[in-house]
């Protein structure tokens, strides 16, 4: 069965540490999708970074960088120099192409708090 | 921008008294979600539409209704709210062609009940 694991429930990290976000997932899928969503204290779910399958290129933007290994079936998610800003629930989605509903399987999400 | 977009942000009603929420996107996608988020939870699907079918999870409560008269628009009818149906409210949509599977999200409308 589909499966998203965020294992750390809440980080705590003192302003411009890096900090590191787990995810896991279990999919029978070859085709897939993962996904990052940061939701704020406003409440809006804002989406960061989609991946597929078949793209296990790390990726970098500004202080946000990914790391996608599916030989452990981890999608990790890495804030550098954090800021007050990245404060936020920061949840972990999969997504399998063989659902033609298109439905998203929750993390049970990461609430980082970035202390001043 | 092409957007989704959620009315009102805050609503409170009474315990028993129905309430709709809207939700309309700019995006022209076939597929529309409806989402409860509780505190400190993942957001929970209650149903969604594919175009003009309806498909409702199998735990969403007989409670909560959706109507969809066009593709813009997708209204979530909640019949006598509870104090349990204190939540967010979040409206999704995603293009449906399979191409990219990612869902754009607006803003959420909380939900008070008294």
């Known amino acids: 069965a589909q499966k998203v694991t965020q294992a750390q429930t809440e980080i705590s990290v003192v302003e411009k540490e890096d900090v590191t976000l787990d995810c896991v997932y279990e999919?029978?899928?070859?085709?897939?999708?993962l996904f990052w969503y940061k939701q704020p204290p406003s409440g809006e779910l804002v989406f960061l970074i989609r991946?597929?399958?078949?793209d296990e290129q790390n990726e970098i933007s500004g202080r946000y960088s990914w790391n996608f290994q599916k030989s452990t079936s981890s999608f990790n998610f890495t804030i550098t120099a954090s800021q007050v800003v990245d404060s936020a629930v920061y949840f972990c989605a999969l997504s399998e192409a063989e659902d033609s509903n298109y439905q998203l399987i929750w993390g049970a999400g990461t609430k980082l708090i970035i202390k001043p | 921008d092409a957007m989704v977009i959620q009315n009102p942000r805050y609503q409170v009603t009474q315990f028993g008294k129905p309430v709709t929420l809207s939700c309309s996107q700019t995006?022209?996608?076939?597929?529309m979600y409806w989402y409860q988020q509780k505190s400190s939870q993942a957001p929970k699907l209650l149903f969604h539409y594919y175009d003009k079918d309806f498909n409702n999870e199998a735990d969403t409560p007989d409670n909560f209704q959706s109507r969809r008269p066009n593709t813009s628009f997708c209204f979530l009818d909640i019949r006598s709210p509870g104090l349990g149906d204190a939540a967010m409210y979040l409206c999704a949509t995603n293009q449906g062609a399979g191409r990219d599977n990612e869902q754009f999200f607006g803003p959420g409308t909380r939900l008070t009940v008294l």
């Open positions: 991946r597929n399958s078949f």
């Open positions: 999919t029978r899928d070859t085709t897939y999708y």
């Open positions: 995006l022209n996608h076939n597929v």
